[in-house]
């Protein structure tokens, strides 16, 4: 069994930046692979950035290449989203997910895990 625990939602206004936390415990693994996801109220679930973990190889969709960087720190077992230039259009809660098959990528079937989310407002 996995958790994982994320941190770093908030309130922020268009143009400024945040960065979520993901903190991974239990049954990991370096073959993993981890995304973000996001759902806003009334919409489907959005895929929004993967990271291989043993590789570092990492998948954005258009919507936020560019503007949004997952990363992974091995030691602390934990993957950030760095989100800059943010827009209304962003607000959503933010789900981390891990995939034990290490594919990544947009599919969220792949992804056993999930965390809890952390709101993400961002005003106009």
């Known amino acids: 069994q996995v958790q994982l625990v994320e941190s770093g939602g908030g309130l922020v206004q268009a143009g400024g930046s945040l960065r979520l936390s993901c903190a991974a415990s239990?049954?990991?693994?370096?073959?993993?692979?981890m995304g973000w996801f996001r759902q806003a109220p009334g919409k489907e679930r959005e895929f929004v950035a993967s990271?291989?973990?043993?590789?570092?190889?990492?998948t954005y969709p258009g919507s936020v290449t560019g503007r949004f960087t997952i990363s992974r720190d091995n030691a602390k077992n934990t993957v950030y989203l760095q989100m800059n230039s943010l827009k209304p259009e962003d607000t959503a809660a933010y789900y981390c997910?891990?995939?034990?098959?290490?594919?990544?990528?947009?599919?969220?079937?792949?992804?056993?895990?999930w965390g809890q989310g952390t709101q993400v407002t961002v005003s106009s």
């Open positions: 239990g049954r990991t693994s370096s073959n993993y692979a």
């Open positions: 997910a891990a995939d034990p098959a290490g594919w990544g990528g947009p599919n969220s079937d792949r992804y056993n895990y």
């Open positions: 990271i291989r973990w043993s590789s570092g190889m990492t």
